[in-house]
Every structure is written in C-alpha cells, then in structure tokens.
C-alpha cells in the first residue's frame, strides 16, 4: 500500500511539472527595453554675444570747389578722398529669435585709420604764378562708434541680417546701414554657448560737418614777383563725410544654447 502511495505522488509530481514547463514555453519572451533616445540640442540665436571685429575702411569727402576773390583770386579744389585704412575694435549685443526670425540690437566702438592730411589744387584766375599747396588736416575723427538694431532670417546655424541706426564720432552724429552673414561654429570657448564668424559691411554717412572753419592751404607766388600770398579756404559750405567699412566679426555668445 505504501509503495502504491509514493508511486501514485510522483507520477503526480511528474505530471505537474511537464505541465509546468510547457506552459512556461508558451509565455511570450520578454525583450530588453529600448536604449533612451538622446537629442542633440536646438541651436538659437537668442543670447548676449560679445567680441572683436577687424577690416577695411574707405572713406569719400566731398567738401566742395570754392571760388576765391581778393588779391589772389581763383579757384580751390579739394580733393575727392579715396583713401582707406585699417579699422578695427569691438561689439556687444543681444538676439532674440522667434521661429525664423532674429531681431537684436548691438553697439560697436571702432578705431579707423584714416589719413587726416588732404592737399589742394588752387587755379589762380588771370594772375600767373605757382602755388605751393600746404596740408590741412579734416575733421573725420580716427575712431567711431554705432549703435544699431539688426533683423533677419536663420537657417539653423546660419543668419542673414540687415542693420542700421545712430552713427557717431567725438563731435559730430550720422546715420548707419548695412548688412551681413553669419554663421555659427560648433565650438564653445571660453565658457560660451557658441561662438560665431561673421563678414559685415557698414555704410557711415557725418551729414553737415562744417567744422574745418577755413584755414590755410598753401601760397601762391606771383610770376611777377613780389611777396608770397597765403591760399585761405572759405569756412562754411558743406563737407559732409562717407565711409564703407568691410570687416569680419567674432562673437562669443552666451546664455541659451
């Protein structure tokens, strides 16, 4: 009777356990759970940003043709300045983009190595003779500054922006126009966000600067002899001054990515 009993318990046990098993070979197998998705950041253009910038200026001056009297009459021309020099200095501002879109506003203070000293040509009227032209220096000022709001258009890491506003010098004011492209680099030095490149041209224009005030600007010695005379400009009229700026920009931008 025993021997029945225990026989009886593990043909039981061994039944259980086949079903067990099969049963557990039916479950559906459970699969790891999938690696978390990482993003890479949205870049925008909204943050403070400041840096360096460096290029070339010309400048154009248009102060006109004057016609003498007195004991030397003739006429004055000065000369339509060309010339162009080393600019070079530094800007701050701040963006904000919205969607596209990015409006800012930046200030700049510029150093500019313009030429001061400018000759004339003094064509006496009836009186032959020679004229020896002097230097005078103009009243364009070696340094400059704006202060200008900017809007444009990102692609991703790329803006492309109009500029203009207040423009000004030690003693006199204008206005500022311009444009630029700029693009941002997948670097973050210095404990920026982003660091920017950019290539910026910027028209300036001094409007009614009458500050030369007259002077002299050389001496004309008779033919027929005789003392010397000094050339003296008129003062007044106008002179107003331009000038074009081409430059590169570098910008460490801060705050949001």
Excluded: H
């Excluded at 500019?112 to 004229?131: K, L, S």
């Excluded at 203009?164 to 444009?179: F, I, K, Q, R, S």
């Excluded at 010397?228 to 570098?250: C, E």
């Amino acid at each position: 009777m025993r021997k029945c009993v225990i026989s009886l318990l593990a043909g039981v046990a061994s039944v259980t356990l086949a079903a067990a098993a099969a049963s557990a070979a039916d479950l559906p197998s459970q699969a790891p759970p999938p690696a978390p998705i990482i993003t890479a950041p949205i870049f925008t253009w909204t943050g403070f940003y400041a840096g360096v910038n460096a290029g070339w200026g010309w400048r154009d001056n248009d102060r006109q043709t004057a016609v003498l009297g007195g004991a030397v009459p003739g006429t004055l021309f000065f000369p339509d300045n060309g010339d162009g020099g080393f600019t070079g200095g530094g800007q701050i501002g701040y963006n904000y983009q919205i969607g596209s879109f990015v409006i800012g506003l930046e200030t700049d203070i510029q150093w500019a190595d313009t030429d001061q000293e400018e000759n004339v040509a003094f064509i006496p009227a009836g009186v032959p003779g020679t004229f020896v032209p002097g230097t005078f220096n103009n009243d364009l000022s070696d340094w400059f500054g704006t202060v200008r709001a900017r809007a444009g258009v990102a692609f991703d890491r790329v803006l492309i922006y109009a500029t203009g506003g207040l423009a000004y010098t030690d003693d006199n004011t204008g206005w500022v126009a311009g444009g630029g492209v700029e693009w941002a680099l997948p670097v973050n030095w210095f404990g920026s966000s982003a660091v920017t490149f950019g290539l910026e041209g910027l028209w300036l224009s001094f409007d009614d600067d009458d500050d030369f005030g007259g002077g002299v600007v050389g001496s004309f010695q008779p033919a027929a002899g005789g003392p010397a005379f000094d050339v003296v400009a008129p003062a007044g009229g106008s002179d107003d001054n331009d000038f074009f700026v081409a430059r590169a920009k570098l910008n460490f931008k801060f705050g949001t990515y």
